[in-house]
Structure formats: C-alpha cells, structure tokens
C-alpha cells in the first residue's frame, strides 16, 4: 500500500495498511471497492465487512484512450496484459497486428501521445504495442491505425501514399508502416528524406524489398526526391480523419483530434497513484519519490521489479510481468525526469532512450560535451524507435546488471566517460557509484533515480563508440568498443592520461582493457611501436567468453574496432590507403528507380497499377484470419513442442497446466477421434507416407509437435503450454549440421538416380583443365508476418468449416478429413488472403490446421491457432541446406566441357516433401555438355525442409554462378568473360533435355552490360581498391536463365455474372499473398469482356468454389489463374453470342439482362491443365551488385544494384517490378545475414526468434536500386505475352554475395593470399572478416 495515503476506518483509526481490524490480514484495495475515497469490502480472510476512509485518492484502474474513446480497466486483466492483447482481443484495433510478440518485428506499432515532463507538454511516439503493458498506458492517449483513416470515411495522406506507391504487398506490415510515419509526422510534420531512413527500422517487412515504402513516405519530405510527387500536407491533414466524436469524415470544423484533449489527460497521467490488485499480482503506481521509496521498502523481500517501458521482457523473456508478484510502474514519478547542465550534466533515470538521443543530438558541437556526436550516432542504432521511444535508460542498465553478458550499448557509452549513477534506497539514503561498482551493488529495494555525465574544459578528447551486428539496424551487438583518450597531437598523439577502453560482448565480468589502458598511458599513440605494442596486449588480455557468436570473430572484431579507433584518431600518421580503415561505411538514402514498357491499346491488361486492395490493406481494414472474431465460444490452441530432437516420449503430465484459469483442456495423440488417422500429410498428395499430426512417441525433431493446449484466450494458452511437463527416453546426440551427417554417413536410403547426360567422367578427363571445389548454403526461415494460422469451426451436421493461411486449399481439406476422419466433402477450407507465404504455406499449413481442426472437433467449439515466431520457426520446416562437391572440365577459355557434382541436400529427418533436387537449375544461364551429378541425401534431426520462394532454384543458381567464378579465378580470367563464353543459344539443350527457343541471353547480358556501365565501373572500383587498405569494392555480374514450369498447374476457376445489375464476380483456385493475383485477374477479365474493371470483383478461394485446385507457388499461379479467366470468359462470350447477334450494339448490362431472359448459364467453370512437363518458357534476365566491405569488421553495403529484368509483356508492371524487387530482397537475407543456428546438444534451434534472425531492414538496401522491364519482349508461350515474376529475380540475388567476394579477393591480395576461397551462403560479415585475412601484423600506419 501507498504509505503517504494511509486510509481510516470507520472508527476513524489511522492505519498504515489496509488491514482487516478483525483478522488483521493485510488487505489490498480492489477494482470498484473504492468510491469516493472510500475503501469498502469484505475481508477474503474472515468475512468482516469493514470500511477504510483513503486520505489520498488511490486509483484501482488504469484509465486511458483509444482513438478519442475512454477506456477503465482494472483487474479484470492481469499486470502482464499489453497493449497489444487488449487492442486485439476486444476487437478495438484489428489493424494492430502480433507477431514476434518481443518488440522484434514492428507488426504492433500504434501512436501514442502522453505528456513529457522535460518538455513540460504532451509529445507523440510510436510504440511497440506488443511490449507495453496494458497499466503503463494510465493517461495515455492513443491512436491506432483504425483512429486515423479508412477507405469508408477517406484515406489519411499516409495511408493513401502507401497504397499509391505500391508499398503493401499483402499487407501484413502496412498499418504499421503507415503509423511508424504518423509518429515521425507527428514529431516532425517537414522530416527530411534521411529522417525517414532513420526512423523505418522497427517494422519489419519481407514482401516489398521496402523502396516502394521508403518512397510512399519520402512524399512527405521537404527534400522528397523530384520523381516522387511531393504530398503537401499541412499539420491538421496530418490528425486523424475520422472525427473521434462523431466516427464520421472529419469536417474540420472542431479541433485537431490528436493532442485536443491531450492537456486535460496529463491531469490524469500525473494524478493520484494506482494500486491494482489482481489474482495473481498487483500493480503500484506511485506518483513520488517519497512514495516510490516507501514501496521499495516495503516490498524489497518480495518478488518484485520496476517497470518504465517494459521493453526489457523483448530481449529476456523471464523478465515478463507474468513472472513477479508486484509491479512498480515508474512513469509518473517526475523526479526521476530531471536534466540538468549545471555543474555536471544530470539527466533522471525515466529518461528514454529517444530523450538520451535529442539531448546528445543537440550537445553535439559542444565543446564541453566532446561525446556528443559519437553518443548520439551510437543511440540511433540501438532498438528501433518504437523501442527506443518506450524504454529508458535506466532499464538497460538493469538489463546488464541483471545478464552481466548482455552486450549493453547504454553502459558502454556511460563507463566510457566515466559517469556516475545516482541510486536512492528504501530509506531515501543517495548512493553515488560508479557503473563498475553499480553492477557489484545489491540492488533489492533500490532504484536508479539518475546519471550524471562530466563535461570536458580541454579540447584534447578523442571519444569514439562503435556497434558491429549481423545487421546495421535494430541489431544487438556482436561487439561493441568505445574509446577515449586524451591526447596531445602535437607530440605524436601523447596519450596524456590512463585512457578508457572498453568492448561489450567479450566478458561479462572485464569490461575495460586495463592492461592496454596501462600500456597505453603516457605513449605516443601515433608511433607505430605503440601501436604494435598496444595490438599485442590487447590480443593478450581479451579472452572472449562462449557465447552466440563465434568467440574468435569477436575478439578479431574488438582488436580491429581499436585499430579503427588508432586510424580515425592519428589519421595523419597514416598512409592515405589506410586512411579509410578509420571511417565506417557511409550510406546515403535509397534512390530507386523503375523502368519499364505498356501497350496502352491492351489496357487494362499491362496498365501499371496498384493493388487494388491496397487500400484496405494500408488502413488496415483488411482482415487476416487472426484478426477475425470468430463465432461466440471461440477457444485458442498452442501447440506444445519436443524440446529434444531425438529420442521418444517417456511421460507427459498436463496437471499444472490444465490448474491455470482459462484452460480448457489439453490434447494428445491417443485424443485423435476413431476413425481419424494420426498423419497429417494427405494421403492423395504424399501417397501414404506419415508424419505424425502428435507424436506417439518417436521424436525427430526439436519443435516437433507433441500436444496442444486449448484455453479461452491466446496468452493464457501460451503460459500453459509451458507448464505441460514431458519426460523423454532415449535422448541420443542429435545431427544438426551438414558436415556432421556426412561425417556419421547418415544417409537417407534410395537417392534419387545420378543425373547423367553425356559422359562427363570422359569430358572432365580429356578437358585442358580440371576445378575442384566445395559450396554450401544454409536454411532460410521464411519470416512470412502473418504466422502459420487456422481457425476451424464445427458444422451442425458434423463436418468442419476451416478457414486457414494456406498456399493449398485442398492439401488442408485432406488432412482436416483425414485427422477426424471425415469424408472430404464435409470439410470446407477457404482463404481470403495471407500475410504472406514464401511456400511455407504450401504443405507446413496442413499441419497447424490439422492441429486446429483436432481441438475444435474434439471438444465441438470453434477454435483458432495464431503461431507466435518462436513456434513457427521451432516447427515449420525450412529452405533446405545444401553442400556440394564439384569438378569440372573446361578449356583455356573457361568453357565448360564436363561437370560432376556430388549433391548432398539437408532434407531433415524424412524424404516426404521432397529430395531436394536442384539439377533443373543447375545449369542457370550456361551451358555444358555432359553432367553427372550423384545424390546422398542428408538425414538429420531437423524439420524436414519444404518450399521456401525459389526453392531448389536459388541454391542451385548460386553453386553454378559460385561454380563459374572458380573457373574464371582458376584461369585467371575474368569472370564475365567465362560468363560471356558459356552463355546458351538457341538450339542448345538445357539441363532438363528442353531445346531452347527465343533464348536472348547473349543480348540481355551485352545490353546490360552497356546499361550498368560495368567496364567502366570494374575499372574504377580496380583503382580505388588500389588506392584503399581497409576499404574493398566489388562489382559482379550475374545473368539468369529461369525455367517456369506449369505442369500441375490446374487451376479451378469459376466465373460468375450477375443479371441485375451486370456485375461479375470470380472465384479462382490461387492464393493471394500478396503477389497481386486478384487484381490481374480482374484486368484481363475487363479486357476480355471489355467491361470496366469496377464491375468485376474477386470472392475469397475455396474448396466449393475451386476444388481440386494445385497449390499456389512457383510464381505460375498469377498467370494461370489469368488464364483460366480467359477462358471462362471464351466459354461465356460464346454463350452469349447468339442473343449478342440478336441485339443491337447492347450494352454490357442489357446483355446480360437479355442472356437471363434467354435462360444462359452465365456462370462458368474452367481448369486449367497445362501438359507439357518439362518448362512452359524461359526468362532471360541480368542483374549487377556493387558491394563496398569494411575489412576490418566484415560489414557491408552496396553502392547499387540494377537488374534487367524478362517479364515478357508484363500484365501489371507495377505490381511485377515491386515482386521483383522484393524478391530480390528476400534473396539479399538469403544470400547475407539469415542463418538458422542448432544447439549441437539438444538440436533446438537457438535463434528462433527476431533477436538473432535478421532478415533485411531497410538500410540493408542497395543505395541505388535499379530494375528495368525489358521492352518488346512478348513472350509467345505465356499468357498474354507475360513470363513469371518474383522467384527469378530473387535468384539473382547471388549477385550480390558474389559482389562481396570480389571485394574480399581484393583484401585477400592485399593480405598476401591469391587462393581460391569459396564464400559460402550466408555471407556474414564474421565470415567476411575472417575470408578478409587480416592479422594484427598487418595493423599498421601503412608508412
Ligand atoms: C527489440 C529490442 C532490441 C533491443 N536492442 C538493443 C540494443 O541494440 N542495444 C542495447 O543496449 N539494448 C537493446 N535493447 C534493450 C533495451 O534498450 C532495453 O530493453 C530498455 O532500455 C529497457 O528499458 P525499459 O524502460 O523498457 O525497462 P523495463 O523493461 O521496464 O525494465 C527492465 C529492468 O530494469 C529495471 N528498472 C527499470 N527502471 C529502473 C530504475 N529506474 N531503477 C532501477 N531499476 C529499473 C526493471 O526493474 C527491470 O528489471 C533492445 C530491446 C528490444 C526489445
Ligand atoms: S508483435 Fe510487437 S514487435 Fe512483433
Ligand atoms: S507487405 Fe509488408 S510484409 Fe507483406
């Protein structure tokens, strides 16, 4: 209890605690017991009913808004319940999506604006909804993407900008996008093209490759670029639309929406304290520091902690409020947001991160404050801004106390100028400490009240930070450094006192380099002595702990972060070669451009246009299945996952779980109905082969499903999953890793036969040259922002109506009977739209909605599965690894004469989804006469693998491409002339037998080459990596063949016209997953029936309308569903014909009236079934990556990409360039920085999650990202001229991996090393760095 608002009861005695006068059992205030400052209730002990008088208002609710509305809540929720769970599960915000649920992946962001103390007025932010508690929101103001606009009551300029520049794909990410740049206008009504860069690295999205995103919201800069349609928008444009009083179109005539009744609200947020007391935990608000003391004493022996931003539960989960017993809301403490400059610089513990970052922003030409410009850059990379505007500082230093091994920035930063914290106790006692000391302190029933900085008198400070991650943005540190010394210039860089050195993600305990910092006091930092002598030390004294990332790249990372330092500070000491070794890697904002052909007389149909629910999309009204109510009685299932990966079951015992409030039940294998089958690969689809829906004891794999819990809301599941108890038997050392399943020989049985055309043996044996090589590449997670989901819904007469996130309607329907053993005509499977596939919707969603379907028909309730990231990772299959060994025959021109390549692809713990046969590809663009190429199938106790965007053709295009570059390095000849010399013609056979027709390689790639200006760009980076130490550019160049193949392609189709009014409707058999399939569909219906498109509207895939349909992949599925528009439209344009000759020149709609009359079957039905089995056609393209490498760490940019891109006559060149791109994006994290990491112990996957999978974020773009349609290229074989999209270009990715290593080569040269090395995917900068050479001998002036 608050002690300053000690209560009386009705005999006016003042007590210090509620407590029963009877019993005397300490009693805590609940929701609605307090009225008017009057505590009344019975005690729960012994049933008195007493009566307390509070003497200060004691709040027993958090009240707060959303979009204008009021909202109490109490403890009818739990203190762990966010923001994120109570938008969702009360329907208020669906546009706020859930994903990673760990502030990773930026699909939750909402606006909310509460007052900031230092600025004495009320600020707006961004923030993760996912991570702030539903409490902390008391006083806030909030607005979501609902509150903002919609297509009903008028588009907000942001959400308009977004569907205009075709910056939602399928969606998922795009409210978030859209309030990510509420939030910024909202702080910055005229932000500049850089701020946008700035600020988009919370959200996450894996469909667009984020230009046309990037460029929506460059619109609204003051310096947008001069292609872009500058959006002038005035202030009050950027409020809400949607008037909060009246839900209707705003009419200006009130005041601006946001921020008018912000005022008043501060009221709230600095009124009277708030203690909540629920079943499980109670939540205290203070609004003092007396008071804030008072309960640190009090509570100091409980199971409690602070909470500001709640943030610090993202990156460890323990941390969870679930998991403590009192929570202490810091927030409206307004002692501990002081800032002071004078003597020292103080600023108070609630403090953001974004606070720390405007102050430092700001102080950064201050002399006095020569760590400014370093801190301010530094804070820009820590978190993203929806965390960085929510957490404080405070926190994270709590973080490091609490995980010594937790790479923290914050503490880095303070203990490199030397700061003191500033700690009150329970009894008020000051604490002043040093950071070192604070992590040695004992920090029960104490808080962080302040820090304080020094400011400098001298200008001889040098202070420079530095952060290095897997990726730039949003990233935790794989080593971070900061540096400060004071130094004499004059005399050779005197290092006048002991310096400050200090690296993060080295040791938990040694911080600082004290034996460097030693050595280093009182020598001259510019001779090269010292800086030998200091190298040797450091090496000496870092001794790197076992951690995530590889121990010997980080302490290779720490020393040459020093060395960086040495350079950037004594530059004039060394040679100008070595000079850039100093500096980081500059980018500058994305500039993007977009080049392609139409044929004006065919629109519709090549028209560019953008999606056309792309409105829906962005305001978020589009619904994805978890954003569906479901009917009354609705339950949620979670999976509960094998933690080994091999073994069997021994016990598993659900009491616990099934103890917790909200849980229904929980189901096994033996649950599966009589009848039902326990296999979850439909039988018509996998010919019999099984794979356990839950498993009946054998475990394969870590992930591997093994129950589901089903409870009455998604979090309370989630929790009980955790507490269902398994024992296993049997546990063997699981294989996880390529080379250690081919060292163990574990082998599936019956490899596919050894492709063989020609004789390559012969060839390889009579060729003037013989290459020997190896190449791997890793898995890749398909990061779809809509997870796996299902919800089933029993029908009255025993059957299932599901409605599932699948790529394969009729996959789901099999399993679903097959599971519950119902004939397939009692089930129903539909979907609307995904939030994106990638093909892991392809088979991985049989599983979930088998899962799904189980619960519901066992326990005869709806029932719906949202998979978080964590199990969607853990238990979905993957891309699949690959290793392979090669050799190959060429003559002195790098022809290619013979090929033998022993393949062995990581399949996982069973061959069901496939051999992982990449042969089709493996030719790319080049031709060889004679092939052999030998299969063993790796068994390892992992998921099976399973499609993922371009499967089988992305490894197998980057082992060719990695292939020809070894020919080219073995010869010593240029890689694009051996490219050049093995381009195939026309009439030549490809890898699959097929004799190439139209085949324009040699053209695409001479064009090309004169487009990207690549001789002369090659001879430029030549001379700057001359010219450059530390600093290496590469350029590479890459063509494309890729065979689109429609066999299986059948697609059902029903077309369906409306006689009223004219009004046609389709229902196709593909998937909208955001490729724009629904929107082709209705160009080419317009245009075969040449009929407006606003007449013509796509209806949700189902198994009544389109049984039977394949599966929705292989970027075929636009196309075919395109043509099974055409011909329904031939089938009804026939029918029609006789009452059309009857009539003159009708309209559209007298037509179809009269067709009515005439009695015409005006609905149509037609199945594509496309025979021909080997490739329908080919796309010819090219595409040129300029990488710049930062030797010294590994990391990485690029300059510009360009591609020159074979869409044939392009349907909607719009919506193609942005697959294209994103595709290529996909293909970038592929290629760069996603890799799935296995405990060699227990074979769980230790990075399933956003903290350690980083696919791209907009500054891991191509600065200029350039792709350009080619013109006049009608495809003959396609439909309507057009080719396929997406996979091709995401292939061509390659590029940019091969780009790195030509700038690594030039390192290498430069490190003594001319050997062959081969880069193997993922190319992370760790890997970089260590193919780079670098040895700290080499860590010199350069003099
Ligand atoms: C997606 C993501 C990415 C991140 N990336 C980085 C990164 O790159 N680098 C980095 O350094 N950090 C990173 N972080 C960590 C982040 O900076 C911290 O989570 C944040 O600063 C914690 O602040 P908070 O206000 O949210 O603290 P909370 O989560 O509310 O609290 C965290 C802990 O601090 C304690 N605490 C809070 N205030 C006080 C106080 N005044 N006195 C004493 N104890 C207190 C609490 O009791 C609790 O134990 C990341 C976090 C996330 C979620
Ligand atoms: S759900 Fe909030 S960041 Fe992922
Ligand atoms: S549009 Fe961004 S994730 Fe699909």
């Known amino acids: 209890m608050f002690p300053n608002n000690n209560c009386t009861n009705n005999s006016a005695q003042t007590r210090p605690n509620l407590t029963c006068p009877v019993c005397s059992a300490s009693h805590l205030p609940l929701k609605g017991s307090l009225a008017n400052g009057v505590y009344a209730c019975t005690c729960e002990n012994c049933g008195h009913f007493f009566k307390f008088k509070a003497l200060q208002d004691i709040r027993t609710t958090a009240t707060f808004k959303v979009n204008g509305k009021d909202y109490t809540v109490g403890n009818e929720f739990t203190p762990s319940t966010t923001l994120n769970t109570f938008l969702r599960s009360k329907g208020i915000s669906k546009g706020t999506k859930g994903m990673c649920y760990e502030g990773g992946c930026g699909v939750c962001l909402v606006a909310v604006t509460l007052y900031a103390p230092i600025r ?93 995103i990037l460029d929506a919201m460059k619109t609204f800069c003051k310096d947008a670029p001069p292609h872009l349609e500058k959006v002038q928008v005035d202030i009050e444009d950027l409020d809400a639309k949607l008037c909060k009083k009246t839900g209707n179109l705003c009419t200006g005539h009130c005041h601006s929406n946001i921020g008018a009744h912000t005022n008043k609200d501060s009221d709230n947020q600095t009124a009277g304290p708030v203690h909540i007391v629920g079943a ?244 001259a930092l510019g001779d090269p002595l010292t800086l030998k002598g200091a190298l040797a030390t ?49 980018r500058t904002p994305v500039v993007g451009t977009q080049d392609y052909g139409t044929k004006p007389e065919e629109f519709p149909v090549s028209k560019p246009m953008p999606k056309l629910s792309a409105n829906y999309l962005t305001s978020g009204t589009a619904q994805f299945i978890d954003d569906l109510a479901g009917p009354p009685g609705m339950l949620f299932a979670v999976p509960v996952l094998s933690t080994i990966a091999s073994g069997s079951l021994d016990s598993i015992d659900p009491t616990q779980a099934l103890e917790i409030p909200g849980v229904v039940a929980f189901l096994k294998a033996s649950d599966i109905p009589a009848g039902g089958v326990n296999n979850w690969r439909p039988k018509g689809i996998y010919n019999n082969a099984v794979e356990e829906l839950l498993s009946s004891g054998p475990i394969n794999y870590a992930g591997q499903p093994i129950g589901i819990i089903v409870a009455d809301n998604r979090e309370t599941a989630t929790a009980a999953a955790e507490k269902v108890k398994i024992t296993y038997k049997d546990v063997k050392t699981p294989i996880v890793t390529i080379q250690d399943a081919i060292k163990k020989q574990s082998f599936h049985p019956d490899p596919p036969k050894p492709l063989v055309i020609g004789d390559a043996k012969a060839a390889i044996a009579a060729a003037p040259h013989n290459v020997l090589g190896q190449i791997e590449c890793g898995e890749q997670y398909h990061f779809h922002m809509e997870t796996q989901s299902a919800l089933c819904i029993p029908t009255d007469e025993g059957g299932m109506d599901v ?23 009692q089930v129903t499977v539909e979907t609307k739209r995904l939030g994106g596939g990638f093909g892991g919707k392809i088979s991985q969603n049989f ?119 070894h020919v080219a390095r073995y010869l010593g000849k240029d890689e694009l002339a051996v490219r050049q010399a093995n381009l195939y013609v026309n009439g030549q056979k490809t890898i699959t037998q097929r004799v190439l027709q139209y085949c324009t390689l040699k053209d ?67 998937i909208d997953m955001g490729q724009g399939i629904n929107t082709k569909v209705i160009q080419v219906c317009a245009y075969e029936l040449n009929i407006p498109m606003e007449k013509i509207r796509v209806k949700k895939s189902s198994t009544v309308n389109n049984a039977n349909s394949a599966t929705s ?95 044939g006559d392009s349907m909607n060149p719009e919506l193609d360039i942005g697959q294209a791109e994103g595709g290529f994006i996909m293909g970038m994290g592929y290629h760069l920085t996603e890799q799935i990491v296995y405990d060699e112990e227990t074979g769980q ?88 050479k670098t040895t700290i001998d080499q860590y010199t002036f350069g003099k």
């Open 120 to 212: 004495m007025k009320q600020i707006h932010y961004t923030v993760n909804s996912c991570l702030l508690e539903l409490f902390s929101c008391d006083g806030m103001d909030i607005t979501t993407i609902e509150g903002i606009g919609d297509p009903k009551h008028g588009l907000h300029p942001i959400q308009e900008q977004l569907a205009k520049h075709d910056g939602a794909q399928c969606g998922y990410c795009s409210p978030s996008q859209v309030m990510n740049m509420y939030g910024l206008l909202k702080v910055k009504p005229k932000p500049t093209v850089q701020d946008v860069e700035d600020y988009f690295d919370s959200t996450v999205c894996r469909c667009t490759g984020y230009r046309p």
């Open 280 to 523: 499980s935990a109670q939540w205290l608000k203070p609004t003092s520091m007396d008071q804030l003391l008072s309960l640190l004493k009090q509570h100091s022996q409980d199971n409690y902690r602070l909470v500001f931003g709640n943030t610090g539960f993202g990156v460890y989960p323990k941390y969870s409020a679930a998991n403590y017993d009192v929570l202490i809301d810091t927030r409206n403490v307004m002692d501990l947001y002081g800032i002071d400059f004078d003597p020292v610089i103080v600023m108070g513990a609630n403090l953001s991160l974004h606070n720390l970052w405007e102050l430092f922003d700001r102080t950064q030409t201050d002399p006095s404050i020569p760590y400014g410009h370093a801190f301010s850059e530094h804070i820009k990379y820590i978190a993203s801004t929806g965390v960085r505007n929510m957490a404080c500082w405070a926190g994270n230093l709590m973080l490091k106390y609490l995980q010594p091994d937790f790479p923290s920035d914050i503490f880095l930063l303070f203990e490199s100028i030397g700061s003191s914290l500033v700690i009150y106790d329970g009894d008020g006692n000051m604490i002043k400490t040093s950071l070192t000391d604070f992590l040695k302190m004992d920090m029960k029933g104490k808080v962080i009240a302040a820090v304080e900085f020094p400011t400098y008198g001298t200008q001889d400070i040098y202070i420079r930070t530095y952060k290095r991650g897997l990726r730039l943005q949003q990233c935790v540190a794989y080593v971070n450094a900061a540096f400060n010394f004071q130094l004499d210039a004059k005399t050779n860089y005197t290092v006048k006192k002991k310096p400050t050195i200090l690296f993060g993600g080295i040791s938990s305990t040694k911080i600082h380099a004290e034996a460097t910092e030693q050595y280093l006091t009182g020598k």
């Open 538 to 586: 450091l090496e000496k004294e870092l001794v790197p702990e076992p951690g995530y990332f590889n121990a010997s790249y980080r302490k290779a990372l720490a020393l040459s972060l020093f060395y960086k330092y040495v350079l950037d500070v004594c530059k004039v000491k060394a040679s100008p070669a070595y000079v850039s070794g100093g500096l980081g890697l500059t």
């Open 803 to 825: 409605i599932a996130s699948t790529q394969w309607l009729d996959g789901v329907l099999e399993t679903v009977a097959q599971v519950l053993g119902i004939e397939q005509s």
């Open 847 to 965: 599983l979930i909605s088998g899962l799904c379907a189980l619960a519901s028909g066992v326990l005869g309730l709806p029932v719906k599965m949202h998979l978080d990231i964590h199990a969607n990772m853990k238990m979905c299959g993957m891309r699949n690894a690959y290793f392979m060994t090669y050799t190959i025959g060429c003559d002195d021109s790098g022809k290619l004469l013979g090929i033998e390549a022993d393949l062995f692809p990581d399949l996982g713990f069973s061959t069901i989804e496939g051999g992982g046969d990449l042969t089709p590809w493996l030719d790319n663009a080049y031709y060889c006469p004679n092939w052999l190429v030998s299969f063993q199938q790796l068994k390892t106790n992992k998921a099976m693998g399973t499609a993922c965007r371009a499967p089988g053709s992305t490894p197998a295009i980057f082992f060719m491409e990695s292939m020809i570059e």
């Open 1004 to 1070: 695409v790639v001479a064009k090309h080459v004169t487009d990207t200006n690549y001789t002369q760009r090659k001879a430029d980076i030549e001379l700057f990596n001359k010219n450059n130490r530390w600093k290496k550019r590469g350029l590479a160049l890459m063509p494309n063949m890729f065979g689109i193949s429609w066999f299986g392609g059948m697609y059902t189709t029903q077309l369906m016209v409306y006689h009223g009014d004219g009004s046609v409707a389709i229902a196709h058999g593909g």
């Open 1113 to 1207: 992949g292989g970027s075929i599925t636009s196309e075919l569903a395109c043509k099974g528009v055409i011909e329904c439209c031939k089938i009804l344009t026939k029918r029609m014909a006789p009452v059309k000759e009857s009539m003159q020149s009708p309209t559209w709609e007298e037509l179809v009236a009269k067709c009515y009359e005439e009695q015409i079957d005006m609905t149509v039905s037609y199945m594509t079934h496309p025979a021909n089995e080997n490739y329908q056609y080919m796309c010819f393209s090219a595409a040129t990556v300029e990488a710049e490498i930062d030797v010294l760490t590994g990391q990485y940019q690029f300059p510009q990409m360009d591609m020159l891109y074979d869409c």
């Open 1245 to 1332: 996957i230790l990075n399933a999650g956003t903290w350690n999978y980083k696919p791209p974020l907009p500054k891991d773009l191509p600065m200029k990202f350039n792709f350009k349609f080619q013109r006049n290229a009608t495809n003959p074989l396609g439909v309507l001229g057009s080719k396929a999209v997406a996979e091709p270009a995401l292939t061509m990715s390659t590029a940019a991996l091969l780009a790195v290593k030509h700038a690594v080569e030039s390192a290498r040269a430069d490190a003594g090393q001319k050997d062959f090395f081969a880069l193997n995917a993922p190319a992370t900068p760790e890997k970089v760095q260590r193919f780079c």
